[in-house]
Structures are given as structure tokens and as C-alpha cells.
């Protein structure tokens, strides 16, 4: 389990768990989400996120990866929860 900026956050299987105690708001993050997640919190840029997303989960082509990566950090944003 991790704590910093009023951000608690542990994983939980395959997925994580952020608990926001300013909005005193709970949200799960999928497997996908975990990885973003985790990735950005170490630093790494949409690229390099997207690339590790590609060599985990067979078939994602880079551009759509990328996507999804953007508009998951997007809506993390839009939450209020910073990612790094």
C-alpha cells in the first residue's frame, strides 16, 4: 500500500484501489488502469506506457494503446486524482 498527496492506493489481485480521503472518494482501477497507473506514478510517458500496454496484452497495436492511455489518464485527471 502506498500514501502520498491524500491518495491511499493498493493493489487487490489483478486490479488497484485508490481512496481519495479529500473526496473521501473510493475507486477501482481495472487491470489496465493498474498498470497506467503504476507506470505514471513511476514517471513513464504515454509512449513507454503504451509500449509496456502492448507487450501485455497480445494484439494491441501502439497507436490505439497510446490512446487509451491518454484518455485514461485524462479521466484520472478529470477525477481530481494526479498520476505523478
Not at 497510446?66 to 505523478?84: M, N, P, W, Y
Request: hydrophobic fraction near 45%; charged fraction near 25%.
Amino acid at each position: 500500500m502506498t500514501d502520498s498527496e491524500g491518495l491511499a492506493y493498493c493493489a487487490a489481485g489483478q486490479e488497484g484501489i485508490l481512496y481519495d480521503r479529500a473526496s473521501q472518494r473510493l475507486l477501482v482501477l481495472n487491470a489496465c488502469a493498474r498498470k497506467i497507473w503504476e507506470l505514471a506514478g513511476e514517471g513513464k510517458d504515454v509512449p513507454a506506457i503504451a509500449e509496456d500496454l502492448c507487450r501485455s496484452y497480445a494484439g494491441v497495436q501502439l497507436t490505439q494503446a497510446a490512446q487509451d492511455v491518454r484518455a485514461c489518464l485524462a479521466e484520472l485527471a478529470r477525477l481530481g486524482i494526479a498520476t505523478g
